[in-house]
T-cell receptor, first 112, second 111 residues
Framework: QQKVQQSPESLIVPEGGMASLNCTSSDRNVDYFWWYRQHSGKSPKMLMSIFSNGEKEEGRFTVHLNKASLHTSLHIRDSQPSDSALYLCAARGNTGNYKYVFGAGTRLKVIA | EAAVTQSPRNKVTVTGGNVTLSCRQTNSHNYMYWYRQDTGHGLRLIHYSYGAGNLQIGDVPDGYKATRTTQEDFFLLLELASPSQTSLYFC??????????FGPGTRLLVL
């Protein structure tokens, strides 16, 4: 079973709308989370990271982290067709071995 | 931005064949990673390394060997390829801010 679960598997939002993506780890040793974005036919690129409880905002993108529930969410406001991509959540423990576990991803489609 | 290159970009082999995938990064990052990407599974870690001569086992290592010959070069070896190893393979390196930089990927088909 995937240790990092992402939901939904796919999401369609209208241009200008809000997209909300979720990610939860079942491994209690996880301490750090990342969101990567992968456009079709391309390699993943880091979008945002979050290591502390709370919220972090960068432009149209906001991530939340609740360490007690090991849950992070990514919110994209004013979604654009160029945001259409596979969004991957990654997690790492605090044991110092720098090993990352990725979720299966959420495929976002923004329609004009 | 960190540069990671992979070769070949596409490879076709037969069952039982021998395949070597190459990865090079030019940013002096210590950590390098090999992942496979399959629909429904996201990225799964095969092997990783924190420096020349070092190898760490990932989550799906069966059927794969890896070797880190230099700071820059990390190789993934499939000595008896099987159809289940048909996949998209990514190499990545990690910087000190814990960001991974991915190469363009190698698409492998095992017939």
């Amino acid at each position: 079973q995937q240790k990092v679960q992402q939901s939904p598997e796919s999401l369609i939002v209208p241009e200008g709308g809000m997209a909300s993506l979720n990610c939860t780890s079942s491994d209690r040793n996880v301490d750090y989370f990342w969101w990567y974005r992968q456009h079709s036919g391309k390699s993943p690129k880091m979008l945002m990271s979050i290591f502390s409880n709370g919220e972090k905002e960068e432009g149209r993108f906001t991530v939340h982290l609740n360490k007690a529930s090991l849950h992070t969410s990514l919110h994209i406001r004013d979604s654009q067709p160029s945001d259409s991509a596979l969004y991957l959540c990654a997690a790492r423990g605090n044991t110092g071995n720098y090993k990352y576990v990725f979720g299966a991803g959420t495929r976002l489609k923004v329609i004009a | 931005e960190a540069a990671v290159t992979q070769s070949p970009r596409n490879k076709v082999t037969v069952t039982g064949g021998n395949v070597t995938l190459s990865c090079r990064q030019t940013n002096s990052h210590n950590y390098m990673y090999w992942y496979r990407q399959d629909t429904g599974h996201g990225l799964r870690l095969i092997h990783y390394s924190y420096g020349a001569g070092n190898l760490q086992i990932g989550d799906v290592p069966d059927g794969y060997k890896a070797t880190r010959t230099t700071q820059e070069d990390f190789f993934l070896l499939l000595e008896l390829a099987s159809p289940s190893q048909t996949s998209l393979y990514f190499c990545a390196s990690r910087d000190d801010q814990d960001t991974q930089y991915f190469g363009p990927g190698t698409r492998l088909l095992v017939l």
